[in-house]
């Protein structure tokens, strides 16, 4: 299998170019405008293929392709791929508007070509080893009441659109687990700073469940926090790789095993096999299809909502 990654900054540096190297049984190009930075990379991790011009890729007969490039080129990046039938992995979010979203997924319907987006929180092990992967649960999907995922950032009030495609989209697809929360009520409240977007609560009830969003860009610091309420038990993790299990009146400590590589905790372990797996069998299952467009689907009316309530708290 030959895939081509492309994008080199620093989501790839970080979190896909360590795990890649290390998947002998893949072929690996990598394209990157930035020549210094492809030579650079290329001899670090020891691949023999390189590009500077995404256009060139198809020429290598690549058998899929991964976009890590910045969020304002996903879209003409993933059409040029999709057009010529090749497998498309994009890392989140897939665009910054909706109509985008739902352009891209009408032409990989048309080309029958898988089209993947990189939500590596839903693959988290801390979460899959006590709960069960979906469709295989520990604990009966009935017993799940209320769900809670808050995301916070020091000092970071940002651009309402891009802090909200960009970073928030994190925390929306973590809470929308069946991908049906665009159909539900939304409560929402935000504070502004400057016109920035400082901080986002949302609250959805949909099928006798509560699913709760949140973060605080000016919060004391980095941060996340996860909440899983069952019918009196619930599972609270105080980051992605440690927690605890409230139960009768006790307190039951659970920590992923020891030496866990820190990608394999974060789930972009899981998520690659996933991604290799559609890429081998030729298609995406629809229920993550629809789970994407849901997830994006929220973020378009966030912004329009949110866009209100700026110009409201301004006038």
């Not at 540096?13 to 990379?41: D, F, V």
């Not at 929360?181 to 959805?204: E, G, S, V």
């Not at 996860?226 to 009768?248: C, F, M, P, Q």
Request: with cysteine; proline share 3%.
């Amino acid at each position: 299998m030959k895939i081509a990654l492309i994008g080199l900054g620093d989501i790839a540096q970080k979190a896909y170019l360590p795990m890649l190297a290390g998947r002998q049984a893949t072929e690996w190009i990598l394209c990157s405008r930035n020549a210094r930075t492809l030579a650079h990379l290329t001899a670090q991790y020891g691949f023999s293929q390189s590009c500077t011009d995404y256009r060139e890729l198809p020429r290598h007969q690549i058998d899929a392709v991964m976009i890590h490039a910045a969020t304002e080129v996903h879209y003409s990046l993933a059409r040029f791929f999709l057009d010529l039938g090749i497998p498309t992995f994009v890392d989140k979010p897939l665009c910054d508007s909706y109509a985008g979203c739902e352009s891209l997924y009408e032409l990989a319907a048309q080309n029958n070509t898988p089209l993947f987006v990189g939500f590596n929180r839903r693959y988290l092990p801390l979460i899959t080893e006590q709960t069960g992967p979906p469709g295989e649960t520990k604990l009966q999907a009935s017993e799940l009441r209320a769900v809670r995922w808050e995301k916070h950032r020091h000092n970071m009030p940002g651009n309402l659109r891009s802090m909200i495609f960009d970073d928030f989209i994190h925390v929306l697809d973590s809470v929308n687990l069946t991908g049906e929360l665009h159909h539900a009520p939304l409560q929402l409240t935000a504070q502004f700073a400057q016109k920035k977007l400082a901080r986002i609560d949302c609250h959805w009830q949909y099928d006798g469940r509560i699913f709760e969003a949140s973060m605080d860009r000016q919060f004391g610091a980095t941060c996340e926090r996860i909440r899983l309420g069952y019918r009196n038990k619930t599972l609270e993790l105080d980051s992605l790789v440690s927690g605890h299990w409230l139960e009768a009146g006790e307190k039951r400590a659970v920590n992923l095993a020891d030496w866990t590589p820190m990608l394999a905790g974060k789930g972009f372990y899981a998520m690659l096999e996933h991604w290799l797996d559609v890429v081998a069998r030729g298609d995406l299952q629809s229920c993550s299809v629809d789970r994407n467009l849901s997830s994006h689907l929220l973020c378009e009316k966030l912004c329009d909502e949110l866009e209100k309530q700026r110009q409201g708290s301004s006038t």
